[in-house]
Structure formats: C-alpha cells, structure tokens
C-alpha cells in the first residue's frame, strides 16, 4: 500500500500503520493451487485478514498494527500457487504466481552422528571442526544457515530455564534453482564455537545452582527462486553505476509472492564436547 502525501516526510508517514495497511474489507484475497504438470486446477483457499498475530518489529514503520493475510492448509511442493488480490473498492485485479522450495536433506552431518567440537580430555584435547553439507530441492534460490547450541540453566530452588546461541554461518546461492539437487557447504571452526559460547553466556547467574549442556541444532531459512531474485534486486551496488532494474512477479502492483521454508535438524552433543561444561556454574570447565 503506497503512501503520498504533499509536505509530509515520508519518516513520519511510516509511523502511522493506516497510512500503509490496507482497511478491513478493502482487499478479497484467494490463492488457487494448480497441479505442476498440466496445470489443472486443484482448489482454491480464501485468506483471512489477521492483525498482530505475527508482531512486526520495531523500526521506521510503525509495528502496532501488522496486517497479515494467511490460510491454512497442506502445501504440495509439486504443484503452482497463484495469487488473487481484488481491490474491492478500486475494482482491480493483483496477480501472481508461485512454485513450492522443493524437499531438502542434511548429508552431513547424519542424524546419528553427534556434533563434537573438542577432540580428547579436557587437559590434552584440542579443538575439532565441523563441516554440514546441505542438499537443496528445486526452486530454491539461496539458503541461509545457522548452527545453535542450547543449554539449560538450573536454579537452586529447582526452577530452570532453557537458552539458547545462534550461531550465523552465512548465506549460500544456488547455481540452478529449477534443478535443485545442488550440495551446499559450510564449517563451524571448533574455536570459534567455544568463541560463540563464551561470549554469548553469563559467568554469573543469581540463584544459578548448574548449567546443562542440551543439544546442538541446525536451522535453514530456504529462499524461493522469485524471492531471491527480489533480494538480489536490492542488494548494495559494488560498482559505480549504483541503478538497478526494479524487480517484481506482481502484475499490476509491486513486491513479491514466493516461498520460503525454515528447515530444522537436530543433533545431541558429542561427550567429548559436552563433558568439558556439563556440571559447571559457568560454561566453562577446564
């Protein structure tokens, strides 16, 4: 929802919600899926108009009313989504279309493998390193991943509360997204992770009776085709010439409809690793 208005930054525009959500009633919005391979229509979902159910967060745009449109049902990832939006009270039809992120495996580590970033006893060990190979499914344009560490800290009076590190490991692109099947790699440094660890853990809790070692956890935040396209539409210039074509799958509005999965894998912490903090008051035992 663009907003204009003469004599008025568009700063203090941004900070009123009604200025860029659209009233209730305004917009009919429907998504119809359609079989991948002949097109064929399958069903069609009406989306229901929600405030807040997702909060926004803080910043130029205001973040006290965020206006959401969702349904709810099981997503093929064979197939095509198409996306209707009627402005009721301009009588204008918005289009666009979209492929599902295909299915994606992690190759390494495998699930009965335990993630172990310290090799040896505590006294003589040294650190170990870890590579995680992700395979990706078709339409996926880049995939952004992050390792985390959760632990669990106990209480003397038997209250206790779970925390957890994330740990960024950065964004991979893919070569070609319509194929898929395309291995991406990255590496948690042992160092760095005892790095992460300490860095990111109170020395000193009040009432803090001990802390437990939990499990180690894998998230992927997989990007469709169409989104990565858009984010690499925006990204900053490293040249000169700092024009860039404008990007967008909506006809007759701007933006863009894609898809994105968060993909988790979980592991258990190798005792090697585990045993270095698992008693300690702090994480650090050595």
Partial sequence: HAFLEDGVSATNLAANSDNFNYPKDELSVIVDELRGDNGNFVAAFPLTRTINEKPKNPGIFANDSNVL?????????NNLYKLKIINNKLNKLITSQTLIVGTN????PTL????????????SGDYLSRSISFTTGKNIG?????LVFNYTNFFIDSSFQTERIVMPLGEKKTINSSTGNEVLEWTMEGAT??????ANTPTT?????????GNISMEFIVTGTELNIFMEVNEPSNNVNQEKPAYT????GLGVFS???????VSTVDPQTGNINLTAPTILKL
């Fill in 69 to 77: 449109f969702k349904f709810t049902a099981t997503i093929n990832r």
């Fill in 105 to 108: 495996t992690v190759t390494v």
């Fill in 112 to 123: 009965n493998q335990k993630m172990a970033f310290w090799n040896g006893d505590v006294v």
């Fill in 142 to 146: 880049r995939v952004e991943a992050r």
């Fill in 193 to 198: 992770f005892f790095s992460n660890v300490i």
């Fill in 205 to 213: 809790l009040d009432s803090l009776s001990y802390r437990e070692v």
């Fill in 249 to 252: 799958n909506i006809n007759n």
């Fill in 259 to 265: 898809s994105r999965e968060t993909y988790n894998w």
